[in-house]
């Protein structure tokens, strides 16, 4: 059961991810002005300048810092860093709903990717655990920008352990 508290929370991400928190925190204050609240306009400004300077890191910058803490081989390194630079440059899975595709086709669950960055972080897990012949095959294949364009990667799939039923794991999602 949903407290008021967590539904409250839930709408103001919404606004927030609709609208940006600098334009959400301006209505407020404007509602709360209506309403004859004080808010102080230092932490409203001081909360706005922080939520701006963060900035996501490119996948190359994740390649790099995740490469750092672990022991990876000098040829998988390069693969991987040469996917995030396709992958920065929108020429390998240029959207969120491409990673998810892509994810889903190796039997993975993708969850939480609410942009490409965050979406990077979650195909890195995955693209370490390959083996350097399978990360080869991608890295070789076209680049592709969704469904329509992975078959090379589809076959190699099957070949290295299966196919899954698309259906069953939309069903998982309920969508």
């Known amino acids: 059961m949903k407290t008021n508290k967590t539904v409250l929370i839930k709408i103001l991400g919404t606004m927030v991810d609709e609208w940006g928190f600098e334009e959400v925190t301006k209505g407020l204050h404007k509602v709360a002005v209506e309403h004859g609240i004080s808010i102080s306009g230092s932490d409203i400004q001081f909360k706005v300048r922080s939520a701006r300077k963060h900035i996501k890191a490119t996948a ?61 972080r979650i195909l890195l897990r995955f693209l370490k655990e390959l083996p350097l012949s399978v990360l080869n095959e991608i890295v070789s294949a076209d680049s592709h ?22 259906q069953n794991i939309f069903e998982e999602f309920g969508h």
């Not at 990876?72 to 929108?90: I, M």
């Not at 920008?145 to 698309?166: D, F, T």
Request: net charge positive; glycine share 8%.
């Open 60 to 120: 190359v910058q994740q390649i790099s810092k995740e490469l750092s803490q672990s022991e990876v081989a000098p040829e998988k390194k390069k693969l991987l860093t040469g996917l995030a630079e396709r992958f920065d440059r929108k020429e390998f899975l240029p959207s969120v709903s491409d990673v998810r595709e892509f994810l889903i086709m190796r039997g993975q669950r993708p969850v939480g990717m609410k942009d490409r960055s965050e979406a990077f």
């Open 145 to 166: 920008s969704g469904p329509s364009r992975l078959g090379p990667l589809s076959e190699a799939i099957a070949a290295a352990g299966g196919r899954l039923q698309r």
